[in-house]
């Protein structure tokens, strides 16, 4: 027969048990509640993964937009990498070629994916790219160099109260799990 103490630990470990069930749930439940905010709220300013349809939009001459183009490197990225203009100023409903300019800095091949995102958040719906080197993996060879351009447009119904939009990609080296090794 139990006695008061051991009955005490037994519940005390039953409810630590649960507590550590509790905990794990919500951390392997965590990523898809914040993807799920993020699509409510409009923020995390993911872009489209693929190329959009270019589609003619009525352009926009009165209204200014300034884009803004931010490169940077994932500290393992053995590259370097910039874009023609740090910022520019658009029109809404006319497409725009941007040039980017990557270099492989190692005596091997690489493999290197850019990952974009758009501040603030709200407007990444009303960018579309028709080009971009962020659709797919990079292949450079040792030391080669590239130019790579993206092609976009922000759509007309982009609400007024934006004024900048900052378009930013980050470089990552894949070499390791790439497919196209």
């Not at 874009?83 to 040039?99: C, D, L, R």
Request: proline share 6%; aromatic share 12%.
């Amino acid at each position: 027969m139990m006695n008061s103490v051991e009955r005490k630990n037994t519940r005390l470990v039953v409810k630590l048990a649960l507590i550590v069930l509790a905990m794990f749930g919500f951390g392997y439940a965590l990523v898809p509640i914040y993807n799920v905010f993020c699509d409510i709220t409009g923020l995390n300013g993911k872009t489209a993964e693929s190329a959009a349809q270019e589609v003619r939009y009525e352009i926009d001459p009165a209204r200014e937009i300034t884009m803004e183009f931010l490169t940077s490197l994932n500290e393992s990225a053995p590259m370097s990498f910039s874009s023609e203009t740090a910022k520019m100023k658009i029109h809404p409903g006319q497409y725009y070629t941007v040039n980017f300019y990557a270099e492989n800095k190692t005596d091997q091949s690489m493999v290197a994916r850019a990952i974009p995102s758009v501040s603030p958040g709200l407007a990444a719906e009303y960018l579309k790219k028709t080009e971009c080197f962020c659709f797919s993996e990079q292949t450079f060879e040792p030391h080669e160099k590239k130019t790579m351009p993206v092609r976009f447009v922000i759509d007309p119904a982009l609400p007024e109260r934006y004024k900048t939009v900052t378009l930013a990609y980050t470089f990552f080296d894949n070499t390791e799990t790439s497919v196209n090794k």
